[in-house]
Structures are given as structure tokens and as C-alpha cells.
């Protein structure tokens, strides 16, 4: 029996080593676009730094709910201009890695026609899904450290006054989110046969759930609607730090679909 587990996990680290590093590249691809964008940001507030008074007073002629939006509190505070300009709009592009790794798990490979290949060594359903998803998890950790190492050495580059700690907490605070709406896109992958479907389920959460947060922070007649939005439990970790409570929560969610997938995978057929 113990040979039996220890081999059980063997073929799943086997499977995490190769899915990472068939994502290889991908995280160095995604890394270096999203931290070139932030480092560009970062490097511009030493320009904007001498004006930024000036642009807080025309932004007081905009409508209150506008800014709440935007996440826009004081542009003179490099924190908040990274938040507004970079990492409240960043889980909407970063969340496609996880999205497309998943559904490309299961769906993407029935499709390609090489999910028999994978099932036909002594692979169980389960490792194919826990171990997918696990590899995703740790590739996506890879290209937030790519952005943040960009994000922060542009700033001591530059000597703009954004530590360390903040850009940790920044980049780190948009695994839970994008991780979220990977788990959905795995439990997609798992119920549906067609990549597509696995694509736009998470997909239109994703959107629909940044607009239901944005539109509840611009108007206090939708504010209500914010805590059905997984964005209402993002913040701004720049500024304020992360909330391990939402963190560990949004997390915790993500697993729960990884962990509905499986059952779900088991109980389907395949198309070869």
C-alpha cells in the first residue's frame, strides 16, 4: 500500500514538473508585459511627482463615485498612483493565465485529441486536475515575482520612494483573485468538452464581477451589490497591506472549485 501511495505521488510531481515546464515560457512572457507596463508607471511619477498637487486639485472637479472608481485618493502618494494606474486594473489581464491553463487542462486537451495519451499512463483523474492547477499556481507566483522584481528595482532605479514591502504586498495581493476565476475555469474544463465554454464562463465572471465592484464603489444604491464581487475583497494591499482574512478566503474558494472539478471530471465521459 505505501509503495502504491509513495508511486501515486511520484506520477503527481511528475505531471506538476512537466506542466511547469511546458509554462515556462508563458510566465516569462506574461512577467515581462505586465512588469515592463508597471515599471513604465512607476518610472513616470518622477516626472508627474512636481505636478501631482496640482492634478489632486482638477481631479476635485471630477464626481466623488468617479474617483472611488478608479481607486484615485491622493496622486502625490506613489502608492496611490501605482494602485490607480497599475494593480486595480491587473487581475483583469494577470487572471487570463490561470483561465487559459485550466481550461487548455482538460477541455484544450480533449480537443487537441491527447487526453487519452495523458489518461493512458497510470495517471488517476484527480492527479490530472490537483496537479494542473497546482502547477498553474505556482507558475502565476513566478510572473507576479517578475513584476514585482521589475516594479520595484525601476523604482530604486529611479529613487522613487516605493518599498520593498509595499510592492510585495501588491503584487502578491492578486494571486487569491486570479486564482479564483483559474479554479472556475478548471471546474469548466471539467464539465464541458469545449475549450470555449471553459474560456468564457470564468471570463464573463470576471468582467461582470469588476463591473459590479467598480459601478458599487461609484454609486451608494449599488454599494450593497460589492460582497457578491470577489474584486470587493481585493483592495488595495499597496496601501493598506494585505487582509490575510481575504486572502486565505478567496483562496479558499478557489480550491473549493478545483475541488468540485474532480468529481465532475471522474463522472464525464471523454471525447477522443
Known amino acids: 500500500m505505501s509503495a502504491k501511495r509513495a ?9 506538476v514538473l512537466h506542466t511547469l515546464r511546458l509554462q515556462s515560457r508563458g510566465v516569462l512572457v506574461w512577467g515581462a508585459a505586465l512588469g515592463l ?4 508607471v512607476v518610472a513616470s511619477f518622477v516626472t508627474f511627482e512636481g505636478s501631482a ?7 476635485e472637479a471630477y464626481p466623488e463615485g468617479l474617483l472611488e472608481a ?7 502618494d ?8 497599475v494593480f486595480i486594473l491587473a487581475p483583469l489581464a494577470l487572471a487570463f493565465f490561470p483561465i487559459l491553463a485550466s481550461a487548455n487542462a482538460i477541455a484544450g486537451a480533449e480537443e487537441r485529441g491527447t487526453i487519452d495519451v495523458l489518461l493512458g499512463n497510470p495517471l488517476p483523474r484527480w492527479q490530472l486536475v490537483v496537479g494542473s492547477f497546482t502547477a498553474t499556481a505556482v507558475s502565476l507566483l513566478g510572473i507576479l515575482a517578475i513584476v514585482g522584481l521589475l516594479t520595484w528595482g525601476t523604482a530604486v532605479l529611479f529613487e522613487v520612494d516605493l518599498s520593498l514591502e509595499s510592492t510585495v504586498n501588491a503584487v502578491l495581493n492578486m494571486w487569491p ?3 479564483f476565476f483559474g479554479g472556475l475555469a478548471m471546474l469548466g474544463s471539467a464539465l464541458f468538452h469545449r475549450r470555449a465554454l471553459a474560456i ?50 478567496v483562496t479558499g474558494v478557489a480550491v473549493l472549485f478545483v475541488a468540485l472539478a474532480v468529481p465532475a471530471f471522474r463522472r464525464r465521459d471523454i471525447y477522443t
Open 177 to 179: 483573485v486570479c486564482l
Open 70 to 76: 478608479f481607486g484615485i485618493t491622493d496622486l502625490a
Open 78 to 85: 506613489v502608492r496611490n498612483y501605482m494602485h490607480s494606474q
Open 200 to 249: 468564457a464562463l470564468p471570463a464573463f465572471v470576471l468582467f461582470a464581477m469588476y463591473l459590479v465592484d467598480a459601478i458599487g464603489r461609484a454609486s451608494e444604491d449599488l454599494e450593497d451589490l460589492r460582497p457578491y464581487s470577489v474584486f470587493y475583497y481585493y483592495g488595495s494591499a499597496i496601501e493598506n497591506g494585505i487582509d490575510w482574512a481575504n486572502f486565505a478566503g
Open 37 to 40: 507596463y508597471s515599471a513604465v
Open 7 to 15: 508511486a501515486g505521488r511520484g506520477t503527481l510531481l511528475a505531471l
Open 53 to 59: 498637487e496640482q492634478l489632486n486639485q482638477l481631479m
